[in-house]
Nanobody
Framework: QVQLVESGGGLVQPGGSLRLSCAAS????????LKWYRQAPGKEREWVAT???????TYTDSVKGRFTISRDSAKNTISLQMDNLKPEDTAVYYC????????????WGQGTQVTVSS
């Protein structure tokens, strides 16, 4: 059974940093796309970053140069280092795993709140 549990959210001032973690169980990292999404109040959920099966990373434009996604296969953890945070980064952040092989299932964590405010 796949389980994703996020942690690390909280309240931070603009310009500050947070590191989100997603503890994953029941999945194989090398055959999965590992992603972070976020959903701000009143807005649709949006994709933030992906680390692919090869380890390559991609980011939405608004976080490039500020956020870093990484995976630790030994610890089965997906992380999102967020630096130079802005008020517009305020959202619930979700960990997502999409299998790159059959049955191509997709899984979500429960989310963790990030609030950027002075």
């Amino acid at each position: 059974q796949v389980q994703l549990v996020e942690s690390g959210g909280g309240l931070v001032q603009p310009g500050g940093s947070l590191r989100l973690s997603c503890a994953a169980s029941g999945i194989t990292f090398r055959t999965s796309f590992l992603k972070w999404y976020r959903q701000a109040p009143g807005k649709e959920r949006e994709w933030v970053a992906t680390v692919s099966t090869t380890g390559s990373t991609t980011y939405t434009d608004s976080v490039k140069g500020r956020f870093t996604i990484s995976r630790d296969s030994a610890k089965n953890t997906i992380s999102l280092q967020m630096d130079n945070l802005k008020p517009e980064d305020t959202a619930v952040y979700y960990c997502n795993v999409e299998m790159a092989v059959w049955p191509y299932s997709e899984y979500w964590g429960q989310g963790t709140q990030v609030t950027v405010s002075s």
